[in-house]
């Protein structure tokens, strides 16, 4: 299993697992365009892309599903709350053989993968993160949350990879130029999860077989990547566990064979 993150942050998220044959892409905040050149600038075949699994409505995860109807015959995973309001956002109709539907809570097979949605605490329709089975690899993406609930510390376990949010520095958010009411959306129990809290969840996903933790979805106003980096490796000490960043503008691709091999 190979991963990537293509682009990950307020401006644009999308990631991609490929087993070699196909590609599932997990959100659309990223161009059609831009998708296609990051796949190929880390190695990955752009054609081997099938799906989509979406995780909420938010611009900066659906941003491309109109282009990607249009351009693609891609498939749309995602649950039918978060069908309706993208549908909604983009004036477009996803036809029923280009929807995959999804339940938070409800693994679905898809290609022989597993494919687990689960609820997060977000403001959005429907809000969920992935857990993607493959071949004896469990990985997860986890953005997007305001806090993590014990559902979600669940859903961290036994992983191979955890790709997880690490927002803000709650002082940087405080003291920046944000305005108030962004900033209390920002910091409530719904919006996006701080360092501290990103260090709570990380501890309890911690275990012999996480070899791989990539920090998703900074804010470029409120955090410091040296910070995340000093938080999370604090966590990681005495664990085998390689620590990376993703980032907004430049693909991260990571050298899988090594470390993600099927056991
Ligand atoms: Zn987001
Ligand atoms: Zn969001």
Same mark, same amino acid.
């Given at each position: 299993m190979h991963y990537a993150a293509l682009a990950s942050g307020s401006k644009g998220n999308c990631h991609a697992f490929c087993d070699g044959e196909r590609t599932l892409l997990v959100?659309?905040?990223?161009s059609l365009k831009q998708v296609r050149l990051r796949m190929e600038a880390v190695? *990955? @075949?752009?054609?081997?892309v099938r799906a989509v699994a979406l995780t909420h409505e938010h611009s900066d995860h659906i941003g491309a599903v109109g282009v990607m109807l249009r351009n693609t015959d891609w498939a749309f995973l995602a649950t039918p709350e978060t069908k309706v309001v993208v549908e909604r956002i983009h004036g477009i109709e996803i036809p029923g053989n280009r929807w995959i539907p999804l339940r938070a809570g409800f693994a679905a097979d898809w290609c022989g993968w597993r494919v687990q949605p689960f609820a997060l605490?977000?403001?959005?329709?429907d809000p969920v993160a992935y857990r993607v089975e493959s071949n004896g690899f469990n990985a997860a993406v986890v953005t997007d949350l305001g806090h993590p609930t014990a559902l979600v510390l669940d859903h961290c376990?036994? *992983? @191979?990879?955890l790709v997880l949010e690490a927002n803000h520095d709650v002082d940087m958010l405080r003291d920046g130029e944000y305005p108030p009411p962004l900033k209390a959306r920002i910091l409530s129990r719904v919006g996006h999860l701080s360092n501290v809290a990103m260090a709570e969840l990380l501890a309890s996903a911690?275990?012999?077989?996480?070899?791989t933790v990539v920090m998703a979805?900074?804010?470029?106003?409120?955090?410091?990547p040296e910070l995340v980096r000093v938080v999370a490796a604090e966590v990681l000490r005495g664990w085998q566990t390689t620590l990376y960043l993703a980032h907004q503008r430049d693909p991260l691709r990571l050298e899988l064979a090594m470390t993600l091999a099927a056991p």
């Open positions: 959100d659309a905040g990223l190695g *990955l @075949d752009h054609h081997t605490p977000h403001d959005a329709a376990r036994d *992983l @191979d990879l911690l275990s012999p077989r996480l070899k979805h900074l804010s470029e106003q409120n955090n410091d």
